[in-house]
């Protein structure tokens, strides 16, 4: 089945934890990207990748690191989580970069930070 | 810069009744405009797109037509369902780029039977 899987689904930790959250998918897509969803602002783009070893910043990449060593995994990595990380996250992949094809999204990852 | 602006929720409406749902954006050169739907405790799914000025998109009875004149894209449907009940976020990307993504804060429907 073609999907975008994310892990973990649900993670509660501590400020300062370093943590990552995994993102896969099966579909040989070229783009990946990573969205943070919060009540009142929608989806906001943090970090998305054109292909292998080409990412670039969205418009909240602060705090957020991610690296696309192989084509189907775009994991997200905060360093030194805070509570104003605690959000909804999503992964999302679509065939090519460029700007008309559907994105294909996982299904979110809820994480606290207390 | 690139922005988009959809009408505050949460929408109620009864079954059968017809469904706007505005959006306006504010692009710097030719976007690609789309409307995605999210499902209670689901990722989003595209549910419409609209590449050039005049497109109109459409999919399972849902209807958005990119207008460049009025910078909108809105969202209609002329009889819901209950099965409708979801989140909707309008969101562009910049056609000649497509690489960010710029979506709205979405929209709650509530469809009562």
């Known amino acids: 089945e073609a999907q975008v899987t994310q892990n973990p689904r649900y993670l509660i930790t501590v400020t300062g934890k370093k943590l990552t959250v995994t993102c896969s998918q099966n579909?040989?897509?070229?783009?990946m990207s990573w969205y943070r969803q919060d009540p009142g602002l929608g989806l906001r783009q943090i970090y998305y990748?054109?292909?292998?070893?080409?990412?670039d910043k969205g418009d909240v990449p602060e705090g957020y690191k991610v690296s696309r060593k192989e084509k189907r995994n775009f994991p997200l990595i905060l360093e030194s989580p805070s509570p104003n990380q605690t959000s909804l996250y999503f992964c999302?992949?679509?065939?090519?970069?460029?700007?008309?094809?559907?994105?294909?999204f996982g299904p979110g990852t809820r994480l606290t930070v207390l | 810069g690139n922005s988009v602006t959809q009408m505050e929720g949460p929408v109620t409406l009864s079954e059968e009744a017809f469904l706007t749902i505005n959006c306006t954006y504010t692009?710097?050169?030719?976007?690609?405009l789309f409307w995605y739907v999210q499902y209670p405790g689901e990722g989003l799914q595209l549910l419409l797109k609209?590449?050039?000025?005049?497109d109109k998109g459409s999919n399972k009875g849902f209807e958005a037509t990119y207008r460049k004149e009025t910078t909108s894209f809105h969202l209609e449907k002329g009889s819901v369902q209950v099965s409708d009940s979801a989140v909707y976020f309008c969101?562009?990307?910049?056609?000649?780029?497509?690489?960010?993504?710029?979506f709205g804060t979405g929209t709650s429907l509530t469809v009562i039977p």
């Open positions: 990748s054109m292909n292998v070893e080409v990412t």
């Open positions: 969101a562009l990307t910049e056609s000649n780029t497509g690489n960010q993504f710029y």
């Open positions: 609209a590449t050039k000025a005049d």
């Open positions: 692009a710097t050169g030719y976007p690609s």
């Open positions: 999302a992949s679509s065939p090519r970069q460029g700007g008309t094809d559907t994105q294909y």
């Open positions: 579909m040989n897509h070229e783009y």
